[in-house]
């Protein structure tokens, strides 16, 4: 009876839910079965035997011999197939030898029990399962298999996960068409695409590898077909997680979740169930370009409920509302007129946000950024990610409002720069710039004195001062005045020599007469050098009567005036061609007239003197 009872414990039949296992545990359990009840009816139906009769050895070996015969063949019965359990009792360099109860020890092959490594992970005295593979006769080996009991034990598992509403475990191995693989013990299941999580995935193979739990929604073994679902227990949790969230959702109430999906306008976070926008307004009291700087899909992040609309189960979420305004204290950390150091971070046409902290941010307007320069755009001077140091001029905490002076920083260099340069000295420095108006001579860094157009010269004509000058030339200047107010520097360039017009009127009296090239003809008359850097004009209304002389005439030609007008203040020469002829004819008619005059004299003087010749001829004739 130890015998038979010790057999039937370590046989370890299937379930019966699929067809092909039911009729083989039905006939191993059969000769165990009729083993043991033929023993027990022995034992109480035979009568009591006579003591002569119990005496004889015969009759008790006979006994014996029939007890063994029926328990050695309810062993031998043990079919093949059979899922049994055993103990390691050695191991060999081929095999791995298990006790299951039977005459013979049953044998596993090494492979079996050898790892990736090439370890052998048996060891004597371990418990296994195995199949019954085969058996070569009553006194041969016993073949067993310990990866097919566990595949018989994963079918098994897989049935009653199917009948149960159960789940099973198993690692994604592989993409394959329309979905993954997945091995839940040695057998393949098939995860379809649909079915790999709440939303449609594009790229699955960061999956392959983890371990997850499903839903079997179909098998069929003899197919070896396995149907597998995780979207299924994504949404059963979802759904558990949802009606936890609901039924203690408030506003302001704190919360921890996963970063679910990033966009341009925020964050969307799974709450457990329901998810929630962090708008990028309410990332940060400071400035964020785009919510992927902070955060990444799959990071944990605690945030606070700002408001809840439970018909819509629409959830705002808010991030910077964990932590204190800091506009609160700006009043007591940047007082007007105190130095403060940020990092510009962005320029506009209007001038520079720089960050005092994270959340406040200052502006310096485009007119605050030099006392000198003319700035007209802030690029000119920073760049984003610049550290500077500039002055608080404004404060409007209510408004989140700070004005920022960079220039302030420094003294006005336009208060010192009089008493650096007085009027009426004299500078030296290269030309910045050459306009229609003037030229500009740098003075100080970022001063620029003017040289105007007509403060370049008292006497040199020309239409553009680049006629004179070029940019880099390094020239000498006096300093006529200096207007703070409007930041303007007036230099002279012709104030350095004296005024030659000063005693024009005495050089060249009105009725003088003066000869000189022509250096320019015009529409209204004719210019001409009456000394070096002095010119006369000769309007057309006073040009000479000979009108086809007057057309042939050109520049470098030498002509004859005279002065009509001459002014020092104004500058001017006015000279008349025509008028000059006047006088000459005046002249020569005045000569004419004492020229005739003259002849007259003389010819009277001959005629007497002739007379008298002829007289004295006569009166000697006649004498």
């Known amino acids: 009876?130890?015998?038979?009872?010790?057999?039937?414990?370590?046989?370890?039949?299937?379930?019966?839910?699929?067809?092909?296992?039911?009729?083989?545990?039905?006939?191993?359990?059969?000769?165990?079965?009729?083993?043991?009840?033929?023993?027990?009816?022995?034992?109480?139906?035979?009568?009591?035997?006579?003591?002569?009769?119990?005496?004889?050895?015969?009759?008790?070996?006979?006994?014996?011999?029939?007890?063994?015969?029926?328990?050695?063949?309810?062993?031998?019965?043990?079919?093949?197939?059979?899922?049994?359990?055993?103990?390691?009792?050695?191991?060999?360099?081929?095999?791995?030898?298990?006790?299951?109860?039977?005459?013979?020890?049953?044998?596993?092959?090494?492979?079996?029990?050898?790892?990736?490594?090439?370890?052998?992970?048996?060891?004597?005295?371990?418990?296994?399962?195995?199949?019954?593979?085969?058996?070569?006769?009553?006194?041969?080996?016993?073949?067993?298999?310990?990866?097919?009991?566990?595949?018989?034990?994963?079918?098994?598992?897989?049935?009653?996960?199917?009948?149960?509403?159960?789940?099973?475990?198993?690692?994604?191995?592989?993409?394959?068409?329309?979905?993954?693989?997945?091995?839940?013990?040695?057998?393949?299941?098939?995860?379809?695409?649909?079915?790999?999580?709440?939303?449609?995935?594009?790229?699955?193979?960061?999956?392959?590898?983890?371990?997850?739990?499903?839903?079997?929604?179909?098998?069929?073994?003899?197919?070896?077909?396995?149907?597998?679902?995780?979207?299924?227990?994504?949404?059963?949790?979802?759904?558990?997680?949802?009606?936890?969230?609901?039924?203690?959702?408030?506003?302001?109430?704190?919360?921890?979740?996963?970063?679910?999906?990033?966009?341009?306008?925020?964050?969307?976070?799974?709450?457990?169930?329901?998810?929630?926008?962090?708008?990028?307004?309410?990332?940060?009291?400071?400035?964020?370009?785009?919510?992927?700087?902070?955060?990444?899909?799959?990071?944990?992040?605690?945030?606070?409920?700002?408001?809840?609309?439970?018909?819509?189960e629409r959830i705002s979420l808010g991030l910077k509302q964990l932590a204190a305004d800091p506009w609160s204290t700006v009043g007591e950390k940047f007082p007007l007129g105190s130095k403060v150091t940020g990092k510009v971070v962005s320029l506009t046409d209007y001038g520079a946000f720089v960050e005092l902290e994270p959340g406040v941010e200052g502006l310096i307007h485009i007119s605050e950024m030099s006392w000198t320069r003319k700035i007209r755009h802030p690029s000119q001077i920073l760049t984003v990610g610049d550290v500077v140091e500039s002055t608080v001029l404004e404060l409007e905490p209510q408004r989140k409002r700070i004005s920022l002076s960079l220039k302030q920083v420094e003294p006005n260099p336009w208060e010192v720069i009089g008493e650096k340069y007085p009027v009426g000295s004299v500078i030296e420095g290269k030309i910045k710039n050459i306009t229609d108006f003037g030229i500009f001579i740098g003075i100080d860094e970022g001063i620029d004195g003017l040289v105007h157009i007509s403060d370049i010269s008292w006497t040199k004509r020309f239409k553009h001062p680049s006629e004179l000058y070029k940019k880099g030339q390094v020239v000498q200047a006096k300093v006529l005045f200096i207007d703070k107010d409007n930041e303007r520097f007036s230099l002279s360039i012709k104030d350095l020599n004296t005024n030659p017009w000063q005693s024009i009127d005495q050089k060249f009296p009105v009725g003088a007469m003066v000869t000189g090239p022509i250096t320019n003809i015009t529409d209204f008359g004719l210019f001409v050098e009456v000394e070096e850097g002095i010119e006369g004009l000769v309007h057309i209304s006073e040009m000479g009567r000979d009108k086809q002389k007057m057309a042939g005439l050109k520049v470098g030609d030498l002509i004859k005036a005279k002065v009509i007008h001459s002014s020092p203040t104004e500058r001017r020469i006015g000279l008349s061609i025509r008028r000059l002829e006047t006088d000459e004819e005046q002249s020569h008619y005045r000569d004419y007239l004492h020229n005739r005059q003259e002849a007259t004299s003389n010819l009277g003087e001959i005629l007497r003197e002739t007379l008298e010749e002829s007289e004295l001829k006569k009166i000697k004739n006649n004498g």
């Open 1 to 312: 009876m130890d015998g038979m009872e010790k057999t039937e414990l370590t046989i370890n039949h299937t379930q019966p839910e699929e067809e092909e296992i039911r009729p083989q545990a039905e006939e191993a359990m059969a000769p165990a079965a009729s083993a043991a009840s033929l023993a027990e009816s022995a034992e109480e139906t035979a009568p009591a035997a006579p003591a002569a009769f119990l005496a004889e050895p015969s009759s008790e070996e006979s006994e014996m011999e029939t007890m063994s015969e029926l328990y050695e063949e309810s062993l031998r019965r043990v079919q093949e197939g059979e899922v049994v359990k055993g103990r390691i009792v050695s191991i060999t360099k081929d095999f791995v030898m298990v006790d299951i109860g039977y005459k013979s020890e049953g044998q596993i092959p090494i492979h079996e029990f050898t790892d990736a490594e090439g370890q052998i992970t048996a060891q004597v005295g371990d418990t296994v399962e195995a199949l019954l593979e085969s058996r070569e006769d009553e006194e041969g080996a016993l073949m067993l298999s310990k990866n097919k009991a566990s595949k018989i034990k994963v079918w098994e598992e897989i049935s009653y996960a199917y009948h149960h509403d159960g789940m099973v475990e198993g690692t994604v191995v592989a993409k394959v068409k329309g979905g993954l693989s997945v091995d839940l013990g040695g057998i393949i299941g098939f995860l379809p695409g649909s079915q790999v999580d709440l939303n449609p995935m594009r790229h699955t193979d960061h999956l392959i590898g983890q371990l997850y739990t499903f839903k079997v929604l179909k098998f069929n073994r003899k197919r070896r077909n396995v149907v597998l679902s995780r979207r299924h227990l994504l949404e059963q949790a979802k759904s558990e997680a949802k009606a936890t969230l609901l039924a203690t959702l408030e506003d302001d109430k704190v919360l921890e979740g996963v970063v679910k999906n990033i966009t341009d306008y925020g964050i969307f976070v799974d709450l457990g169930g329901l998810d929630g926008l962090l708008h990028i307004t309410d990332l940060s009291y400071g400035r964020v370009r785009h919510p992927a700087d902070l955060f990444k899909v799959g990071d944990t992040i605690t945030v606070k409920v700002l408001s809840f609309d439970r018909e819509k």
